[in-house]
C-alpha cells in the first residue's frame, strides 16, 4: 500500500500536501507529514516501527500510549506551576480509534505529533544548553516517578545490563576472530588489559540494586543529547522525543548515558585520543539543571551511586564496541573494519579522563 493511502486510516484533519524523509535515525523509517486546511497547517511525524530492533512493535505503542497518557495529565495538572511550556509527543489515532495500522508486509505505522518551534542538536553547543539537557532529563525522570514500571514491557530485555555485555565479551573471547585481531593489534591489546583492569566496575549498578540502595524507576533508555528538543524562541529545554525505549531501569544508567554524550566534546568518532575528556563545565550545567527538577523523588542512595554511574557508562559502551570488534563487526554500522576499535578507545580514554576527575566530580555532585 502506498504510504498516501496508508495515511488516510488515520485521524487528521486537513489535506496532505508532502511527504519527505525526516531526520538521521538509524532505526525507524521516519518522514514529515505536513496537512492544510485554509486556515492553518499541520506537521507530523510518520514512523515505520522497525521490528528487527522491537520484535513486538504492539508492545511498543502499548508502552507508548500508558506513558504519554501518564505524562500529558501531570503536565496539564502541573502547568501552573511551571516556569515554561513543558510538552511531549501525542500517538495520533487511527480513524477507528487505535494506535497504530498495519500495511500489507505487517509492518507497524504510527503517527506522532511533532514538537513544533524546537530542534535538537547533535553535540552540547555549550554550558547553558548543558543545563537546559539536564532540566529535560530531570524533569522527564519527575513525570514518571510516579508511573508503575510494572504496567508496561520491557522493549529491550538486558540493554544497559552491563555484567550481560561483560558475559558477551568473554563469549567472544574465545573464538578464534577474536585471538587473531588481539594477536594482530596493540591496541587491540590495551582495550583487553583496560577491561581486565576494571571488571568489577561492570556490576557497582547492580550490586547497588541487590543491596536495596537504588531501585527501578522508569527510564528513557536513549537520553543522548540529540534527543532532548530545545525550543528555539527561548532557549529552554521542551521535551525528549524517541520514546521506544522508555523502560523499567536505574535512573543512574539514563544520568550516565546523558553526560557520557554531553560532556565529550570531542564525539564518538574522534581518531585523536588528545581530543577526547570529560568536560567538567559542562557536566556542571547538566547536574544544576537535572538536580532542581529531579529533586521530589532523588534519594540519598540515589545520589550515592551518581559518580559511578557517569564513570560505568563510557566503560560499558567501549566494552560493547570492542566486543563488536572482536566478533567481526556485526552489530554496530562501521565504514571501516577498525571504526569500533577506534570507538571502543574514544569510550576508555574518556572513562580514564573521568576516573582522573574523581575528587572533582564527586565534589561537584555533592554541592547539589
Known amino acids: 500500500m502506498e504510504l498516501s493511502l496508508l495515511l488516510g486510516e488515520f485521524a487528521v484533519d ?37 521490528s528487527n530492533v522491537f520484535p513486538v512493535p504492539e508492545a511498543i505503542m502499548s508502552n507508548m500510549h500508558k506513558i504519554t497518557s ?4 501531570k503536565l496539564q495538572r502541573e502547568m501552573d506551576s511551571s516556569d515554561r511550556v513543558w510538552q511531549m509527543p501525542r500517538i495520533v489515532q487511527t480513524n477507528d480509534g487505535k494506535d497504530f495500522v498495519k500495511d500489507d508486509n505487517g509492518d507497524c505505522w504510527r503517527v506522532i505529533t511533532l514538537i513544533p518551534s524546537a530542534t535538537a542538536h547533535d553535540r552540547a553547543q555549550s554550558a547553558e544548553h548543558a543545563l537546559e539537557c539536564g532540566s529535560v532529563l530531570g524533569h522527564f525522570h519527575h513525570l514518571l516517578s510516579d ?55 561492570a556490576n557497582v549498578l547492580a550490586d547497588a540494586e541487590k543491596r ?16 532532548i528538543m530545545i525550543d528555539v524562541f527561548t532557549a529552554k529545554g521542551t521535551a525528549m522525543i524517541d520514546l521506544d525505549t522508555v523502560a523499567p531501569g536505574l535512573v543512574q544508567v539514563d544520568f550516565g548515558d546523558a553526560l557520557r554524550s554531553i560532556c565529550n566534546p570531542a564525539g564518538e568518532e574522534e581518531t585523536n585520543l588528545a581530543k577526547v575528556k570529560f568536560d567538567e563545565d559542562l557536566c556542571h550545567a547538566f547536574c544544576k ?4 527538577e529531579a529533586a521530589d523523588f532523588m534519594t540519598d542512595g540515589d545520589r550515592a551511586m551518581l559518580y559511578d554511574s557517569i564513570r560505568l557508562l563510557p566503560f560499558e559502551l567501549g566494552l560493547r564496541f570492542f566486543t563488536d570488534y572482536l566478533a567481526g563487526n556485526v552489530y554496530f554500522k562501521t565504514r571501516h573494519p577498525e571504526q569500533n576499535l577506534n570507538r571502543a578507545r574514544v569510550q576508555f580514554r574518556l572513562c580514564e579522563s573521568i576516573e582522573a576527575r574523581e575528587r572533582s566530580i564527586r565534589a561537584l555532585l555533592d554541592s547539589f
Open 147 to 201: 508511573f508503575d514500571p510494572s504496567t508496561v514491557q520491557d522493549p529491550l530485555p538486558g540493554f544497559h545490563v552491563t555484567p550481560l555485555y561483560l558475559k558477551a565479551y568473554d563469549d567472544v573471547l574465545s573464538r578464534d576472530l577474536a585471538a587473531a585481531r588481539l594477536d594482530a593489534s596493540m591496541e587491540a591489546r590495551r582495550c583487553a588489559k583496560f577491561i581486565a583492569q576494571r571488571r568489577g566496575l
Open 14 to 50: 486537513g489535506r496532505l500536501v508532502t511527504l519527505q524523509p525526516l531526520g538521521n535515525g538509524n532505526v525507524n523509517d521516519t518522514f514529515l507529514a505536513v496537512y492544510r486546511n485554509t486556515f492553518t497547517e499541520t506537521q507530523l511525524v510518520v514512523q515505520r516501527i522497525n
Open 212 to 227: 536495596g540502595d537504588i531501585v527501578r524507576r522508569m527510564v528513557h533508555g536513549d537520553p543522548k543529547v540529540n534527543n
Open 70 to 73: 501518564h505524562c500529558h495529565a
Open 289 to 292: 539543571g537535572y538536580m532542581a
